[in-house]
T-cell receptor, first 115, second 110 residues
Framework: GAGVSQSPSNKVTEKGKDVELRCDPISGHTALYWYRQSLGQGLEFLIYFQGNSAPDKSGLPSDRFSAERTGGSVSTLTIQRTQQEDSAVYLC?????????????FGSGTRLTVV | TQLLEQSPQFLSIQEGENLTVYCNSSSVFSSLQWYRQEPGEGPVLLVTVVTGGEVKKLKRLTFQFGDARKDSSLHITAAQPGDTGLYLCAGGTGGFKTIFGAGTRLFVKA
């Protein structure tokens, strides 16, 4: 596609439920990143994919968070047993190569609210 | 841990004024990016600087990378209401990871 597409754009869920967030990167971009943005905070790195592999999962806050990428394209971020502190905007970005010098193209994000 | 500190956190100015925002760190970065983010949208890349002392201009915006590659500044000349947004600096760590600052929220009043 022309840009990075994320769905849903907004998600309200009850505490304890599982949620899945989807990211469709720019076609041909091999690198894919998930970040989390909380109110008044910078972007917090969660996970990075090169192709279908995730060389660095160190940013995932707990074992309730997992992510996968299939076909070198679409990625899904799953949060199990959601907690109120998981409320944030989850941003996905893609890049032609895994080199920050190229900059990232971000999607519009998924705003997650846990009630 | 590499950190990027941005200042000021919030800036409200009148249309036509000039302003400078800063991005500072005690760490050296391989590159520095500036992004602008509007409400409900993801950040949009404005510029990448990679060489110490480098200056880049984008219309009324001037970006500078410090000689030691630890800091950067963004100067806007004759600000316009369309410049309103959250300005984020981001540093390349030499690998694949980019570290983001918390941002400067700019509001330009007409």
């Amino acid at each position: 596609g022309a840009g990075v597409s994320q769905s849903p754009s907004n998600k309200v869920t009850e505490k304890g439920k599982d949620v899945e967030l989807r990211c469709d990167p720019i076609s041909g971009h091999t690198a894919l990143y998930w970040y989390r943005q909380s109110l008044g905070q910078g972007l917090e790195f969660l996970i990075y994919f090169q192709g279908n592999s995730a060389p660095d999962k160190s940013g995932l806050p707990s074992d309730r968070f997992s992510a996968e990428r299939t076909g070198g394209s679409v990625s899904t971020l799953t949060i199990q047993r959601t907690q109120q502190e998981d409320s944030a905007v989850y941003l996905c970005a893609s890049s032609l190569r895994a080199n920050p010098n190229y900059g990232y193209t971000f999607g519009s994000g998924t705003r997650l609210t846990v009630v | 841990t590499q950190l990027l500190e941005q200042s000021p956190q919030f800036l409200s100015i009148q249309e036509g004024e000039n302003l400078t925002v800063y991005c500072n760190s005690s760490s050296v970065f391989s590159s520095l990016q500036w992004y602008r983010q509007e409400p409900g949208e993801g950040p949009v890349l404005l510029v990448t600087v990679v060489t110490g002392g480098e200056v880049k201009k984008l219309k009324r915006l001037t970006f500078q990378f410090g000689d030691a590659r630890k800091d950067s500044s963004l100067h806007i000349t004759a600000a316009q209401p369309g410049d309103t947004g959250l300005y984020l600096c981001a540093g390349g760590t030499g690998g694949f990871k980019t570290i983001f600052g918390a941002g400067t929220r700019l509001f330009v009043k007409a």
